[in-house]
């Protein structure tokens, strides 16, 4: 994940057989298609050691590819979102071009529930230039790491 010179980088972490997470994505769509600020969107698909290929083969990696310009990567074994202190599916961080963390935390209301919501508004504002930084939201979805697909 490189940032793009000027401009502002928006990564989401996802577990990818969660059912919280289509929403975060709808959410993270919504942003991207809003704003007014150029922006490089990445979403992370965990990928548990010991799973196999098809792991990410869900309507989750479908769905990233509904948002604008999204790059989708796998992090393997849920390495990239421990060094962002990502822990939750849908945690969205947000840094401005010169790498300034604006943004962390999730974008919907309620788990598993897209729509208009405080959360959104306050990432699209931060994005915008209109908002205080640095903002910070609960994420409300399933852990990263300790989510068990088998429960959903």
């Not at 991207?32 to 098809?54: E, F, G, H, I, R």
Request: glycine share 10%; hydrophobic share 40%; net charge negative.
């Amino acid at each position: 994940m490189l940032p793009q010179p000027g401009m502002a980088t928006l990564i989401m972490f996802v577990h990818p057989r969660c059912t919280c997470t289509p929403a975060s994505l709808r959410e993270m769509q919504a942003v991207v298609a809003q704003t007014t600020t150029p922006v490089t969107s990445w979403v992370l698909l965990l990928k548990p050691q010991y799973t196999d290929d098809d792991w990410n083969g869900t309507a989750v990696a479908e769905l990233v590819h509904r948002v604008p310009n999204a790059r989708l990567l796998t992090d393997q074994d849920g390495i990239e979102a421990a060094r962002f202190g990502a822990e939750t599916s849908g945690h969205v961080v947000l840094y401005d071009a010169a790498g300034h963390l604006l943004f962390s935390g999730g974008i919907t209301e309620r788990r598993g529930v897209a729509g208009d919501n405080a959360a959104r508004r306050a990432l699209l504002a931060v994005l915008n230039g209109t908002g205080s930084e640095p903002a910070e939201r609960a994420v409300l979805g399933c852990g990263l790491l300790t989510h068990d697909p088998a429960s959903s």
